[in-house]
C-alpha cells in the first residue's frame, strides 16, 4: 500500500500518481482561492504565483485566466502532461540546468497561457532556477503533503518558502487539522502550536477562515477535518 511507504521519497508520489490513487485532486477551483485572491495578490494584476507542489491543479488554469503568471512544480511527470491534457492545453518541453539539481530537468511552457511547470524535486529549486522571487505563493496541500515527515516538523520547508518569496509578497496556505492519529502520512495535521513553530520566525501569520468538514464515508478521507486558510507575509529581515 502506498501508504505505508516514505511520502518524502519521489516514488511514493510518482506511484501515485500511476495507480491513479489521486484522491486530493479537483475538478472545480478552490473555493477560498477565489475568495481570497485579492489578499494573495495584494490587488495588484499580472503578478507571478508560485504553485509548489501543484499536481494538475485547475487553480492554475483558473489563476493564469486572471491575468497571473503562474509557476508550478511538480515531480511526477504525469501529473503535468495530465494537466494539460484535460485542460486543452498545449506545450513545449525544454531541457533546463536548475542550480541544485545534478540532472537537467524538464520544463513545460504552456502555449495558449502563462503557465510555467519545472518537473522537478521542490527541494531544489532556488530563486534563480525560477527567473526569482515570487509575488504569490498559493499552497494547497503541499506543506501537507510532505513537510512534516521529514523529521523536522516543516521548517526545511517553511524556510524554501521564504528564499522564493518577495519581501512584499502574500503566501496563502490550506493546511489540515484533525484528531486521529496517522502519524506522518499525507496530509499531516497541522496544530496551530507547529503552525507558529514553523512559520512563525519568518513570517507574520494571519488565520482567515476555517472550513470543517464531517466525516463522510465516500470521501476519500473517512474522518473529520478543519481546513485553515491562513496568509502569511514575510517578517523584516
Ligand atoms: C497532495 S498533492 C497536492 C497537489 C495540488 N497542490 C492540488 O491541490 O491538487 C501533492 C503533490 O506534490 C507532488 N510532490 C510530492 N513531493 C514533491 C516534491 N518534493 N517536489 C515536487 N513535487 C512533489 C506529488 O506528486 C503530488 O502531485
Known amino acids: ?23 486530493w485532486h479537483r475538478q472545480e477551483v478552490n473555493a477560498y482561492l477565489i475568495k481570497y485572491v485579492d489578499e494573495l495578490t495584494g490587488g495588484r494584476a499580472k503578478v507571478r504565483v508560485f504553485v509548489p507542489l501543484c499536481g494538475k491543479s485547475v487553480d492554475m488554469l483558473w489563476l493564469a485566466e486572471q491575468g497571473h503568471a503562474v509557476i508550478g512544480v511538480e515531480v511526477a511527470k504525469k501529473a503535468i502532461e495530465n494537466f494539460f491534457l484535460e485542460n486543452n492545453l498545449s506545450f513545449t518541453v525544454e531541457i533546463v540546468k536548475m542550480a541544485a539539481e545534478s540532472e537537467p530537468v ?3 511552457k504552456c502555449n495558449e497561457k502563462d503557465i510555467t511547470i519545472f518537473c522537478c524535486n521542490l527541494f531544489s529549486v532556488t530563486e534563480d532556477d ?6 504569490a505563493i498559493w499552497d494547497r496541500g503541499s506543506l501537507s503533503a510532505v513537510a512534516p515527515a521529514f523529521n523536522d516538523n516543516g521548517k526545511r520547508y517553511t524556510k524554501k518558502m521564504r ?13 489540515h487539522y484533525y484528531e486521529v492519529d496517522r502519524g506522518t502520512r ?12 514553523i512559520y512563525g520566525e519568518d513570517f ?10 464531517e466525516e463522510d464515508p465516500n470521501r ?18
Open 186 to 197: 499525507p496530509p499531516a495535521c497541522i496544530s496551530e502550536e507547529l503552525r507558529n513553530e
Open 204 to 213: 507574520i501569520i494571519r488565520e482567515l477562515e476555517v472550513n470543517r468538514l
Open 106 to 108: 524538464d520544463k513545460y
Open 130 to 135: 525560477v527567473g526569482g522571487r515570487f509575488d
Open 220 to 237: 476519500s478521507l473517512s474522518f473529520a477535518l478543519d481546513l485553515h486558510y491562513h496568509l502569511f507575509k514575510p517578517k523584516e529581515s
Open 1 to 23: 500500500m502506498s501508504e505505508e511507504k516514505d511520502s518524502t521519497k519521489a516514488e511514493y508520489w510518482t506511484d501515485r500518481w500511476k495507480e491513479g490513487n489521486t484522491g
Open 163 to 175: 528564499s522564493l518569496l518577495a519581501s512584499d509578497g502574500n503566501y496563502m496556505l490550506e493546511s
